[in-house]
């Protein structure tokens, strides 16, 4: 069995290296990095670290080095293939079948790497003769002195289709096509694909060229592409690649940024001006394996696209393709440049000075789908306004992260009900009074609280004279009266359960009323709200607690709402099982223990949350008791 160098690169992306030395070693955070003693040999200062970032792991003392397929090997005591497969198993990657092709392909990739090589020797040769001269001459248009044009090793392909075949002609002709230098043409001889063009050698991450990007010189050809890219080879996965990672890892390594700009001459021109932690995806809109990369270095990179719509089309296709990659820590920023500038382009009028601005002020990626979505489409009508909020639902459940999850929609919940329902000031003849500032200052206009009308109030106390005999069902009523804001957080998770549970559906149906009347209203909630739902008895939650915190009320009452909602659920589920029993009773039973383990669970969770309420309230108490003796009478 043969493994790709881009199989093995994926499964070195897959396993955090942290995890796995931390299984054996104590590990201790230390920045972006991880210390410990070395596990190879005796010491008692930590000169052992650990770097996800980088993908390896190095002792200063002993000189120990190596990634997490090494650490397997010298750690663990397996063989490499023991140890890839054993990684390959906790990664959810599938080992290659056994293929005797793979290790012909695996040895001619090892030579494809001296025909890209041999190749760039070629256009770099070409670039300095008399026939390069149109290309120095757009080289220096761009400002690119001869120090940029070593460096990123700008070539010319002169437009011959047969002068790479002779000049390479120590090489097969399948391994020129196979390096993506030719292209193959039934009934006609192989030809050179780049022709007429600035060639820019594309390397990995070892610095090893791998493909090549064009840009066509002669503008009359308005058929031809104006930039052109090798095609996917043995060596080259566009959809893999960043430009320039070769060279700005090392560099957003030190500064603790890398910046994403559209294409390669963006990065050169940033590069030329100072910012040399610049790459850029090679014709393609960024990959989620691309992203991987980047977060690689940096827990937050920075994407620089065009102020164009194009630009921005490609920055909210990358939000959406990071959506489901979101992890603690890990996000993107977002930089526009001002329409119709490159960085290129903005370098020149402004300077460096107003790039470096710009990537000091990046949107965060939940701002980017707030503002993409909210100018996606006019929203003068309820029904555009609610297409916003599905627009905004539908991103989130891209999320897999459960607690980032919960967090964009909330916050995402938040903007569209003040875009929605914007707050109103409530005129002087409502009735109100001014609140004196301090010393003597005018103050402001404070309206009294609104209260129910003679109607509302005897519905109001008609459904909440039928709620539910059920605890949890009468606390989650109590807390959403004493909490209003928070019924249109929960509204519908609620509507649902209002069928399925008709002892609480009249109290909902007034609380979700309210709700529409508090999201077109003033800002306080409804005075004597909370007075129709009285406490259950023994009731120990947080939000049906006075003077609890308002954030741990709301995050109790959320996690009571949730388990309010999926209970009926389960017990319909457990019926259905129960239900077919007689035609599959080993699946029936099977099914009937994992949702009772279900629902054993969640009733679990809301008694340890009320416990611990109550121990922190009886501990309050004791506190307080304590504090009241005179001082003869402390224990």
């Keep these: 069995m043969t493994l790709s160098p881009q199989w093995l690169d994926e499964l070195r992306a897959r396993v955090a290296l942290s995890g796995v030395i931390g ?8 920045g972006h990095e991880w210390k410990a003693c070395c596990p190879f040999h005796n010491e008692n200062t930590p000169s052992f670290t650990v770097s996800d970032q980088k993908g390896f792991y190095h002792c200063f003392g002993c000189g120990a080095h190596g ?86 090793g700008f070539g010319f392909a002169p437009d011959d289709r047969q002068a790479l075949t002779r000049a390479l002609a120590r090489f097969d002709m399948p391994m020129l096509i196979d390096a993506g230098l030719l292209i193959e043409v039934e009934g006609r001889d192989p030809y050179a694909r780049f022709r007429g063009r600035l060639m820019l050698p594309i390397r990995d991450a070892r610095g090893r060229v791998i493909a090549f990007g064009g840009r066509i010189l002669e503008t009359g050809k308005t058929d031809a592409p104006k930039y052109l890219n090798s095609p996917d080879t043995p060596l080259f996965d566009k959809g893999r690649t960043l430009y320039n990672l070769d060279r700005a890892g090392p560099i957003s390594r030190r500064s603790g940024r890398v910046v994403a700009v559209e294409g390669y001459m963006d990065v050169i021109a940033l ?112 029904e555009e306004k609610a297409g ?20 964009y929609r909330r916050e995402l919940l938040e903007r569209f009900s003040a875009f929605a329902f914007p707050r109103r000031e409530s005129p002087r003849k409502d009735g109100g009074k001014w609140i004196k500032g301090a010393g003597g200052r005018r103050g402001s206009w404070t309206p009294e609280r609104p209260t129910l009308s003679p109607e509302a109030a005897g519905q109001l106390k008609r459904a909440a004279a039928g709620g539910s005999r059920d605890k949890l069902a009468q606390a989650v009523l109590a807390g959403l009266a004493r909490y209003p804001r928070e019924i249109a957080w929960h509204a519908e998770a609620l509507a649902r359960l209002a069928p399925v549970d008709p ?24 005075s004597g709200l909370k007075d129709y739902f009285p406490l259950p008895d023994r009731a120990h939650y947080s939000f049906l607690t006075e003077g609890a915190d308002p954030l741990t009320a709301r995050e109790d009452l959320a996690e009571a709402v949730a388990v309010l909602v999926e209970r009926p659920a389960l017990d319909a589920a457990i019926a259905k099982a129960t239900a077919r029993f007689a035609d599959d009773p080993d699946g029936s039973w099977v099914e009937q223990q994992r949702l009772r383990k279900r629902k054993l669970e969640i009733e679990s969770r809301l008694g340890q949350m009320a416990r611990k309420r109550a121990a922190e309230a ?16 402390q224990e």
């Design 23 to 30: 299984r054996t070693t104590k590990l201790q955070k230390a």
């Design 67 to 152: 990634d997490v397929i090494r650490w397997m090997t010298d750690q663990r005591g397996l063989s490499f293939m023991d140890a890839v497969k054993e990684l390959a198993g906790e990664a959810g990657l599938e080992m290659p079948a056994p293929d005797p092709r793979e290790a012909r392909q695996a040895e001619r990739r090892a030579t494809l790497h001296d025909v890209t090589a041999a190749a760039q020797d070629w256009f770099q040769g070409n670039l300095l003769s008399n026939a390069g001269a149109r290309a120095r001459d757009y080289l220096k248009s761009r400002g690119f002195n001869d120090r940029t044009q070593e460096r990123f």
């Design 271 to 382: 590069a030329a001006a100072g910012i040399e932690d610049a790459v850029a995806p090679l014709g393609t809109a960024l990959t989620e394996r691309q992203i991987e990369l980047l977060w690689r270095l940096v827990e937050r990179p920075l994407l620089c696209f065009d102020g164009d719509a194009a630009g921005q089309r490609a920055s909210f296709r990358a939000a959406t393709r990071a959506l489901p990659l979101l992890r603690p820590g890990h996000s993107l920023g977002f930089v526009t440049l001002p329409e119709g500038l490159d960085p290129d382009d903005l370098v020149k009028r402004d300077g460096a000075e107003a790039m470096e601005r710009l990537l000091g002020e990046p949107r965060s990626l939940l701002d980017t789908l707030w503002e993409h979505e909210r100018d996606a489409a006019p929203l003068g009508t309820p």
């Design 388 to 407: 916003l909020k599905a627009r905004l639902l539908a991103h989130v459940e891209d999320i897999q992260d459960q607690d980032i999850k919960a967090l």
């Design 503 to 526: 002892a609480i559906a009249a109290g909902l149906d007034r609380l979700l009323a309210f709700a529409d009347t508090l999201e077109a209203g003033p800002t306080p909630p409804i």
């Design 618 to 633: 009886a501990h309050k108490e004791q506190i307080e008791a304590s504090s009241d003796k005179a001082p003869g009478e």
